[in-house]
Nanobody, 124 residues
């Protein structure tokens, strides 16, 4: 089991950037695939990006491809989401999640542990 704590959310104007961080506390982080999800009001969780245990494989939703970058530092037990060229439709609560396996996981049911979320608001 891994405890996850997100930070870095906030209010930004359209076109701006934010960097989300997710600190993991637990012995399995370095072997876990990780993901960033978001949930906008009235909508279901959406997988934004995912990364395998060693960073060798990554996934991006079409809506963020070319604008967001996921990375991880296993020495610091931290996964990041760099978000550039932000749009109002990126407004949501962003959640970090730890997977049940080490590979790239694209199904929400493959994620076992979740952070509390961090709000990202993009103004037009």
């Amino acid at each position: 089991q891994v405890r996850l704590v997100e930070s870095g959310g906030g209010l930004v104007q359209a076109g701006g950037s934010l960097r989300l961080s997710c600190a993991a506390y637990g012995s399995t982080f370095r072997s876990d695939g990780m993901g960033w999800f978001r949930q906008a009001p009235g909508k279901v969780h959406e997988l934004v990006s995912a990364i395998s245990w060693n960073g060798g494989s990554t996934y991006y939703a079409d809506s963020v491809k070319g604008r967001f970058t996921i990375s991880r530092d296993n020495a610091k037990n931290t996964v990041y989401l760099q978000m550039n060229s932000l749009r109002p439709e990126d407004t949501a609560v962003y959640y970090c999640a730890a997977g049940r396996y080490g590979g790239l996981m694209l199904d929400i049911t493959e994620y076992a542990d979740w952070g509390q979320g961090t709000q990202v608001t993009v103004s037009s």
